[in-house]
């Protein structure tokens, strides 16, 4: 006989106005996931500050269901499927004759998905039209087993086929990296016929991410990095990661550094050399005095001058000198109420979504000499949702 003990009560609060049908949480992203018979479905964070709410839709929403990256989520309502990114915008919506879809349930991999209907029917779906973009290259997964890249420049179109079906994609610095279960293909621009193709050790690819010089996979061996000709570079080991749960808010990538947060105590981020796979050492970790929700090396500059920006979970942006420990003032406060933030690739300018605005960092790291000059160096514009309701 088995049986389930409670250890311990968390907190709770009003998440609808009818009663709630179905919930999930993902272990990636830590985000949780709620649908209602008041005909919305909701995206709330661990410490129940709503990310994002529906419009009521036709009927109760029956099902609700995360990816196993936590990049997308599947809802599921009276001959209704629609398909939502983590911040709860919506992707596609797919009109069904199944009745109600009671539960969903995805693929391991994250590119499909399986849900009970009250009709009596099962339903397939596949991810379709993945879209990425580059500066002037756009790519489009037309289907489980093609890629279609585009220059946009020189209007040239290629098209990429597989044996086994692509489970992760990833487009920057030039480079298409592709995984399908087996193996890893590296696309170079202009190169299109002539990719570094390589054996992956695991066949469950959970994260790409990459940098000028090199990128990272994460599988169920771990953290691996790897050049764009497809020659191992390193393997950083942290004790009692589970490369599973690692989702891009956790860990970054530059060219010569790897940050990671640690999953036992989401306080402390670890710096690694990305071309040894060494931990710099114990005194150039970061410390913080509360949780940690996302993070980003910047890409440009010296190693010797390598920046982390990164939120807490009061939303608070900081900024922080890698591996200065000792200097004055390693890290510097930002800005409050954000909510995403991305380095450019092709400078260090940083941007973030506060509240209802977009701002752009030109200069950073003035904020470690001059904090009064730092707002001189910061554009404001207030953004407007769309594209939320196909």
Sequence with gaps: M????????FFQWKAHENLILKVDWSPVNNLLLSGSEDRKYKVWDSFGRQIYSSQPHDYPITSVSWSSDGQLFAVGSFNTLRLCDKAGWS?????VSTGSILNISWTSDGTQLAGACGGGQVLLAQIVDRRLEWRNIE???QDDSQ?????????FTEKLEFSQRVVKVCLGWGHVVVTTPAQCYVYTSPSWNTPAVFDLRDLSVSLLQLAEKHFLLVDNTGLQVYSYEGRSVSNPKL???RANVISNKCVSLSNDTLAVRNQKDEKIIHFFDALS????GESSKIKHHIEIIDLALDLHGLSTHRQLAFVDKNKELYLARVGQQTSPNRIVKLGTMV??????????ILATVQDTKLSVWFYPSVA???????TQTCSEREITEFGRNP
């Excluded at 796979?277 to 710099?280: D, I, V």
């Design 368 to 374: 470690y000499v001059d904090k009064d000059t730092l």
């Design 239 to 241: 004790a009692g990661l």
């Design 277 to 280: 796979g060494k931990e710099m």
């Design 339 to 348: 909510s995403s933030m991305c380095w450019s690739d092709s400078c260090n």
């Design 147 to 155: 890629i279609s890249v585009c220059d946009l420049a020189s209007s």
């Design 2 to 9: 088995i049986k389930i003990k409670i250890l311990f009560y």
């Design 139 to 141: 790519i489009l997964v």
């Design 91 to 95: 992707q596609s919506l797919e009109k």
